[in-house]
């Protein structure tokens, strides 16, 4: 359950500006889940040369810009060589769904109460910037926590989920995407003169284009990786058949050639 108070306070406001710290540090990923470029806490860890540990892509990015020392020590590195951090991995995953599942929770209660959130987003806010997986889905509804927040009528609440670039994609059990429910609220918000939901429907659609790219650039890499595989394999097997394959047997050619001597 939920850290810092019941059921029927998940999103009170906090009654002191201590109170909030205290919640932000209570969900906030360890020191060494953070990774030291980023700050932000891991999806896929490796450890460097230096001996320290980095988030894959930003550490490419860090060597791609030309960077040859240390991040954290600036000490010169003498290989770009990777070796993932599988522990690590697995502390920041952990860490991802436990205050995902929190994050699932306090939304899913923000829309039952029908938009209640005193707290102004800020427990929503300090579980995302925490590094909550977003991607958990209401076992009874198939909704992911934007969803509920969409479906609760807080468009202030979705624009700061938005800010986090979640995936849009997933589909509820009624067949509805974050775009549907979208622009559900921008109808209604229309019918009452409010246009507050226009803009939080084209972001809604730009993310859920950013995500097809990106699944579809995912998809030609696996399809090529496995290309590439494949054809390595065939050589791999023509080469041990060429290696193994018998020498012609000259023995009885000659056998043949003294006795007709």
């Given amino acids: 359950p939920p850290t810092d108070d019941g059921p029927e306070n998940w999103c009170s406001a906090f009654p002191t500006d201590e109170a909030r710290d205290a919640y932000a540090a209570s969900v906030s990923p360890r020191r060494e889940l953070v990774c030291p470029i980023t700050q932000e806490c891991y999806w ?10 980095y988030e894959r ?9 030309g960077r040859n ?22 502390i920041s ?29 800020n427990r929503i806010k300090f579980l995302l910037d925490a590094g909550a997986d977003m991607t958990l889905r209401d076992s009874s509804t198939g909704e992911t926590p934007l ?12 624009k700061i989920f938005l800010g986090h670039d979640p995936p849009v ?4 059990n009624d067949g509805t995407s974050a775009a549907d ?32 790219e990106r699944e579809e650039a995912r998809l030609r890499s696996r399809e090529n990786s496995n290309r590439v595989y494949r054809q390595r394999q065939r050589e791999l097997t023509e080469q041990e058949r060429e290696r193994t394959r018998p020498f012609p047997d000259d023995r009885g ?9």
């Fill in 181 to 212: 429910a979208a622009e559900q609220m921008k109808l209604r918000s229309e019918e009452k003169g409010i246009g507050e939901w226009s803009d939080l429907v084209s972001h809604i659609k730009m993310l859920g284009r950013q995500e097809t």
């Fill in 253 to 261: 050619a000659s056998a043949r050639g003294l006795g007709s001597l």
């Fill in 93 to 121: 995953l952990a860490h991802r769904e436990h205050i995902g599942e929190e994050l699932l929770r306090r939304c899913r209660w923000i829309r039952q109460t029908s938009g209640r959130c005193d707290d102004m987003g």
């Fill in 147 to 158: 969803m509920h927040l969409i479906r609760s009528g807080r468009a202030d609440l979705v």
């Fill in 44 to 53: 896929d860890p490796v450890v460097a040369a230096d001996g320290h540990t």
């Fill in 69 to 90: 020392r240390s991040p954290v020590t600036n000490e010169l590195m003498d290989s770009r060589n990777l070796i993932p951090n599988r522990a690590i991995a697995t």
């Fill in 169 to 172: 994609l997933a589909v509820g």
């Fill in 57 to 65: 892509t930003s550490v490419l990015r860090w060597f791609h810009l």
